[in-house]
């Protein structure tokens, strides 16, 4: 008879490992799969998760696993199944798919600290190499100090000079084996990540006292006065801003008038702060006192449940999209279809772009379902997402509100996924696992038998051919609620403007005009133009050379605010040159301009109105973007000039005009997709006018007024750009036609990076069987911070073949493997 096996495979989060394999050693019980173990690797100590068990290794080869963490798994089973389908598909490996699924603060990490021994202080005093008294003087006040901090202070002393990190650790070494340090790896963080706070609350005896005014000192009135308002307990940290000290407390507890109890708070993102769970129990958000009253639905919304209800939560697997213009109402169709699946006792998870830009839609799903909504996005400080997560796990929710991540939220029976604007660009992570929400939304519909919702008026063209060819339902809502029309939309020719008022214009005279009505009448108007900045580069006219990014492929774009040239891509700033750094000719030029020229220009020429900006530079803190939305939909803005920010998903009932600047920015660029993206943005931005019961007009800047995405966007007419589109892609063989995945290798110099993915081509080649390699070439964006890179495309009927051919080349070649990425269905070409 056999001993069932004690091995287990695990993920553990490092890019480029497969699973590994331990024994549980016969102290431990054998962990279920979704359960954290920590496991040795190498020097250090690791969280992984596990993924199941493993019965083919032979136990006597073995490392034992370290200790359990989780006595019933932290996972589901079926989001374990999602992440190592993500993992595969995506190429990343398990490990980096496991970890995107898993909560923040599940990992528990170990860190080598170094701490000085007796004989390392003697030493100090005698002969010592000068590398060995530099670690040891930043040892001297005997306390252990994390490894990576003293590799932090090494390089402060020398910069300048090359330090390598190797070297340090090989220093640590020598030291610790002649016993003048030691090497410790305590562990970092800890298995839970709930938050406690101490409660204090009144008791009977101290409610006797308060009546019978036995309590000496207004302090210790004032602190039970309030206790006796409050039997759910108040924290400390409140007692103590409200001016009653711990030693009242204390005091008042020795007398028997108070308890103090150690109680976990939930980190609510609906209030901002901690409360304890009997108060979120009972509490509601901000603004739902009232529950709003339903609407009665129009026809088409109507339509639209009645084909798609029945099969949310029942189980079954299907996939529908739901195409309906801007403004037809989408949102209170997800709601429906949610209640439909929380009345079968299943969950709704609901997919939005971004939240902090459609924070519309989580509070439209809080004032349905109360406190049974959690929300999960990054936004949230990492505190919050986990108290959010853990009661998803708990299942204590019916309807998760999130973005791309949410996609694995643990929720016990999903029987609805609505991905929200499905065709938004920020589904696709653009770091390892490089999955797209709403293919794993689709996936995870299919492993738990669950109804997808695919919503937008302007699909990914990969969305609409699954429902062309009968694969996806497709649903269409053709009106705006209310029969309101969509806007009425002109195109401006530039080239006419340029023509009669110089190249310098920004704001052409139709648009001008339409901003003066708005103005005057007290109406609002959102701007749009995809770049920031001041002007788009800085350009010599005696080299004809712009200024450019020191370590990436691009000119650099100036910020007057503060007055500097910055890269998009890597962060580098400079101050603006007097001169020219590549000839020293003394006439630099400002040339294009960005989102922060049309704000001062608007600013300037109505000096009265009141006016902001939405991009990346004016949101960089948490909370910013929400902040002036919020302001905008309550009328504090007249215009709103902003990047694609301003084209998502708003609901702003008051807007009337929207401008597009410069519609044709991102035509330019050297991506098959140009168009496709151009095409949704146009039409999603000009469909933000018009949405109460004022009509809506759009006015589209360009200079190729007869380009078939600018076209066909001012007459939001997806289904003649679909066809002309497809007709492009299918010439070209580009995706929905064929799968792509791309692999950009990256190296210090450009040869090596040729060289590296020639090899790479090569290995590929000669496992091609359906699929067609292209490249080397050097990638669009050259070089990127520093690096160098190259890119192949793999072009064919499955993806399948095209990732087994790259992984198999890298096999053994851990090296270059790390400095490949691989992307399966890659959305930027960049
Ligand atoms: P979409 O997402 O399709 O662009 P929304 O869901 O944002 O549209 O809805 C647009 C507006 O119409 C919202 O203000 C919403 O409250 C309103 N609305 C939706 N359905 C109805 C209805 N049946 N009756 C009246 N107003 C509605
Ligand atoms: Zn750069």
């Known amino acids: 008879m056999t001993t069932p096996s004690r091995a287990v495979s695990v993920a553990v989060p490092v890019p480029a490992l497969g699973c590994l394999s331990y024994l549980v050693p016969e102290h431990l019980a054998m962990p279920e799969v979704g359960a954290r173990v920590l496991v040795p690797l190498g020097t250090r100590v690791l969280t992984g998760c596990v993924i199941a068990r493993d019965a083919t290794s032979d136990p006597s080869d073995l490392k034992p696993l370290i200790d359990l963490l989780d006595t019933t798994p932290l996972l589901p089973a079926d989001v374990v199944k999602l992440a190592l389908w993500v993992g595969d598909y995506y190429a990343s490996g398990p490990g980096p798919a496991v970890a995107a699924a898993m909560p923040p603060k599940a990992w528990v990490v170990s860190e080598r600290h170094a701490q000085i021994t007796p004989a390392g202080?003697?030493?100090?005093?005698?002969?010592?190499?000068?590398?060995?008294?530099?670690?040891?003087?930043?040892?001297?006040?005997?306390?252990?100090?994390?490894?990576?901090?003293l590799?932090?202070?090494?390089?402060?002393?020398?910069?300048?000079?090359?330090?390598?990190?190797?070297?340090?650790?090989?220093?640590?070494?020598?030291?610790?084996?002649?016993?003048?340090?030691?090497?410790?790896?305590p562990l970092k963080g800890s298995a839970s990540a709930f938050k406690s706070v101490s409660v204090a609350r009144a008791t009977p005896h101290g409610l006797e006292m308060l009546e019978r005014g036995q309590l000496q000192g207004a302090r210790q009135l004032d602190a039970l006065r309030l206790l006796s308002g409050r039997p759910s307990g108040v924290a400390l940290t409140?007692?103590?801003?409200?001016?009653?000290?711990?030693d009242t407390v204390r005091r008042l507890a020795l007398r028997g008038a108070l308890t103090s109890t150690r109680e976990v708070v939930e980190r609510d993102p609906w209030f901002g702060g901690a409360q304890t769970l009997t108060d979120a129990a009972g509490a509601r958000a901000p603004g739902d006192g009232a529950p709003t009253p339903e609407l009665v639905l129009?026809?088409?919304?109507?339509?639209?449940?009645?084909?798609?209800?029945?099969?949310?939560?029942t189980g079954r697997f299907s996939v529908a999209l739901l195409q309906g213009v801007t403004g037809s109402g989408?949102?209170?169709?997800?709601?429906?279809?949610?209640?439909?699946?929380?009345?079968?006792?299943?969950?709704?998870?609901?997919?939005?772009?971004?939240?902090?830009?459609?924070?519309?839609?989580?509070?439209?799903?809080?004032?349905?379902?109360?406190?049974?909504?959690?929300?999960?996005?990054?936004?949230?400080?990492?505190?919050?997402?986990?108290?959010?997560?853990?009661?998803?796990?708990?299942g204590e929710i019916d309807v998760v509100v999130g973005t791309r991540s949410a996609v694995f939220a643990p929720l016990p029976a999903v029987g609805l996924i609505v991905v929200d604007e499905e065709h938004d660009g920020s589904y696709k992570q653009e770091e390892s696992p490089r999955y797209h929400g709403r293919d794993v939304a689709v996936m995870r519909?299919?492993?738990?038998?669950?109804?997808?919702?695919?919503?937008?008026a302007t699909p990914a063209l990969e969305t609409y051919r699954h429902a062309e060819a009968g694969r996806y339902r497709r649903v269409v809502l053709t009106e705006r609620v209310l029969s309101r029309p969509l806007p009425s939309v002109r195109i401006i020719d530039m080239r006419e403007e340029f023509a009669e008022h110089g190249p310098d214009v920004v704001l052409s005279g139709a648009l001008v005009e339409a901003l003066d009505d708005r103005v005057t009448r007290g109406e609002q108007a959102l701007i749009l133009l995809n770049r920031r900045g001041y002007a788009a580069s800085v350009f010599c006219r005696q080299c004809a050379r712009s200024l450019e990014c020191p370590n990436c492929s691009v000119s650099l774009t100036f910020h007057r605010r503060s007055d500097r040239a910055r890269c998009h891509y890597c962060g580098y700033s400079r101050s603006r040159p007097e001169r020219c750094p590549e000839c020293t000719g003394a006439y630099l030029e400002q040339v294009g301009f960005g989102t922060e020229r049309v704000e001062a220009d608007i600013a300037e020429r109505w000096p009265g109105a009141r006016v902001a900006r939405?991009?990346?530079?004016?949101?960089?803190?948490?909370?910013?973007?929400?902040?002036?939305?919020?302001?905008?939909?309550?009328?504090?803005?007249d215009v709103l000039v902003g990047t694609q920010m301003v084209a998502k998903g708003h609901d702003f009932p008051r807007v009337t005009l929207v401008g597009v600047i410069s519609a044709d920015v991102g035509l330019g660029v050297a991506d098959f997709r140009a168009g496709e993206r151009t095409f949704q943005l146009l039409t999603q931005v000009a469909g933000r006018a018009g949405r109460g019961t004022l009509p809506g007009e759009a006015i589209v800047q360009t200079l190729y007024p007869n380009h078939y995405s600018i076209r066909y966007a001012c007459r939001q007419a997806y289904e003649p750009f679909f066809a002309d589109e497809m007709e492009f892609r299918t010439a070209m063989h580009y995706p929905p036609e064929v799968a792509l995945v791309s692999a950009v290798v990256r190296a210090p110099t450009f040869n090596q990076a040729m060289q590296d993915a020639a090899e790479l081509a090569e290995g590929a080649r000669a496992r091609a069987n359906r699929f067609t390699?292209?490249?080397?070439?050097?990638?669009?964006?050259?070089?990127?911070?520093?690096?160098?890179?190259?890119?192949?495309?793999?072009?064919?009927?499955?993806?399948?073949?095209?990732?087994?051919?790259?992984?198999?080349?890298?096999?053994?070649?851990?090296?270059?493997?790390?400095?490949?990425?691989?992307?399966?269905?890659?959305?930027?070409?960049?």
Request: proline share 3%.
């Open 121 to 149: 202080r003697d030493a100090l005093s005698g002969q010592l190499r000068e590398g060995r008294r530099q670690v040891l003087d930043l040892l001297t006040d005997g306390g252990a100090h994390p490894v990576a901090r």
């Open 151 to 185: 590799a932090r202070a090494i390089a402060e002393t020398q910069r300048g000079t090359e330090t390598r990190q190797g070297g340090l650790y090989a220093r640590l070494t020598a030291l610790a084996r002649d016993e003048l340090i030691t090497l410790s790896q």
């Open 238 to 246: 409140e007692l103590v801003r409200q001016g009653i000290s711990r």
């Open 298 to 313: 129009t026809d088409e919304q109507q339509r639209a449940v009645d084909s798609l209800g029945p099969d949310a939560g």
């Open 330 to 394: 989408k949102t209170e169709i997800y709601l429906t279809l949610a209640r439909a699946a929380v009345a079968r006792h299943r969950q709704a998870l609901i997919l939005v772009p971004e939240i902090a830009l459609t924070p519309a839609v989580a509070t439209r799903f809080r004032r349905a379902f109360g406190d049974r909504v959690a929300v999960q996005h990054s936004g949230l400080s990492d505190g919050a997402r986990h108290d959010q997560w853990h009661r998803i796990r708990r």
């Open 445 to 456: 519909a299919k492993q738990v038998g669950a109804l997808a919702v695919l919503g937008s």
């Open 614 to 637: 939405l991009d990346r530079d004016t949101v960089r803190r948490q909370g910013a973007a929400a902040r002036l939305l919020n302001q905008f939909g309550a009328g504090e803005l």
């Open 773 to 830: 390699v292209l490249g080397p070439a050097s990638a669009p964006l050259g070089r990127l911070r520093g690096q160098y890179r190259a890119q192949l495309l793999l072009k064919g009927p499955q993806r399948g073949e095209m990732r087994r051919a790259l992984l198999a080349t890298l096999e053994g070649r851990g090296k270059l493997k790390r400095r490949v990425v691989i992307d399966v269905d890659p959305l930027s070409m960049l």
